[in-house]
């Protein structure tokens, strides 16, 4: 298995125990390749949901640009319930799964073919 085998199973595993999500493999390794070389960088990989400007550019960059939403309440909401089901106790929030739970909530999935 190559590096980003890896950090997909390793990003199922932490689905699975701590999110108690069994997730569609398939789904979870178009986004993880569509989340492109940051998943191989510490920071990049990351989201820090405490910070507002990060998720401001979630919001932005992949649920308005990549996802195509537009009704920012609905998108606010969506983001907030993520970030709830991820958990404040996780302080390790993978880029990958966010965006795979935010396709999975919006049901966006189309948009991975």
């Known amino acids: 298995m190559g590096k980003r085998d890896d950090l997909i199973a390793k990003y199922a595993e932490q689905m699975k125990d ?21 998943i191989y960088n510490r920071d990049a990989s990351t989201v820090a949901a405490s910070d507002p400007s990060e998720l401001e550019t979630v919001k932005k960059n992949f649920l308005m640009k990549k996802l195509g939403l537009t009704d920012e309440a609905a998108i606010d909401a969506g983001l907030k319930k993520v970030m709830d089901a991820y958990g404040a106790g996780s302080r390790t929030k993978y880029r990958a799964v966010v965006y795979y739970m935010l396709t999975k909530h919006f049901g966006k999935e189309s948009i991975y073919g």
């Open 18 to 38: 701590k999110l108690g999500i069994n997730p569609d493999m398939d789904l979870l390794r178009k986004v993880t390749i569509g989340c492109g070389p940051s």
